[in-house]
């Protein structure tokens, strides 16, 4: 198997996980705020991801590779705060769509720099991902509720900083993938932490540590399955891959909560396979 089939194989996975966490942490959210639900999940999973490191006495890396993946958890949290905000401002179709496509896009111009141009199938798979990414997400207003401008450079900050969080994950892989993970997590804590203490967030707040959890661990399994996927292929590759999850909750709500995907969504996931053939030649 080729690096760039390992990469895509492994980002398709990546995706599916973090689309399933994005599943039940949405569940969580209609009973409870969704930062409440993510500071649950971040801090389940870097009390277990510690044990894990200290019981298994493994190595710590490099100070270079905690701090990069520690940078990615803290700015990445707060990139999560501000697309929420975002979303509350207006519709959400563009906004969201805006974000994802920038989750992409940053790390992609970002392995270009460093790593070259990819091969011409690659990147016909990187373009038809982007577009895939598009199709998925965005949902067109109804009429008169279009997105603000401010929701739009929200979403927009939000995209570019989930972007960079793929970076720095992908700075910090120089080794093993445990301990960047854990930093990742803690500063993750500490960055909800202060988010929740500035905006306490208001209505109902029980009921929703199991589902916090579940979608902790699932969303920490996604981190560390691209982690890997970047050891092994090129960055845009993983990330463009990785970026389809929303594919994945759409998925798990047609079947489990029978809410139908619009046609767009649908030919948005028809493209996103596409992408992933043509990414895995």
């Known amino acids: 198997m080729s690096p760039s089939s390992a990469a895509a194989g492994l980002g398709l996975v990546s995706a599916a996980t973090w689309g399933g966490s994005d599943f039940v942490g949405g569940l969580g959210a209609r009973r409870a705020p969704a930062l409440l639900v993510v500071f649950t999940g971040h801090f389940f999973s870097a009390i277990v991801l510690a044990l894990l490191c200290l ?36 519709s959400m179709g563009l906004t969201a769509a805006l974000t994802g496509l920038l989750t992409a896009l940053v790390p992609v111009g970002f392995s270009l720099a460093q790593e070259g141009l990819p091969a011409p199938l690659t ?24 997105s603000p401008p401010m929701a739009l450079l929200l979403g927009a900050l939000a995209g570019t ?3 960079a969080q793929l970076i720095l994950f992908r700075l910090a892989n120089t080794g093993g993938i445990l301990w960047p993970m854990t930093s990742a997590r803690i500063a993750g804590v500490l960055a909800m932490s202060l988010v929740l203490l500035i ?19 699932l969303d920490t399994a996604g981190n560390l399955i691209y982690l890997r996927a970047t050891q092994i292929g090129r960055l845009d590759v993983a990330a463009v891959v990785c970026s389809l999850y929303p594919a994945g909750t759409i ?30 030649l």
């Open 55 to 90: 019981g298994a006495r493994l190595p710590l890396p490099g100070h270079a590779a905690l701090f990069y993946a520690g940078l990615g958890g803290f700015e990445g949290s707060l990139a999560l705060a501000v697309f929420y905000r975002a979303l509350a401002m207006g």
């Open 161 to 163: 900083g989930f972007g």
């Open 251 to 280: 998925l798990l709500a047609a079947l489990l909560l029978h809410e139908r995907p619009t046609r767009r969504q649908i030919a948005g996931i028809g493209v996103a396979l596409a992408a992933v053939a043509l990414l895995s």
């Open 199 to 217: 905006r306490p967030p208001r209505g109902q707040r029980s009921g929703f540590w199991l589902t916090g959890i579940a979608a902790g661990v």
């Open 123 to 146: 990147a016909l798979g990187l373009g038809l991902g982007c577009v895939a990414i598009w199709l998925i997400t965005h949902a067109p207003a109804a009429r008169g509720a279009g």
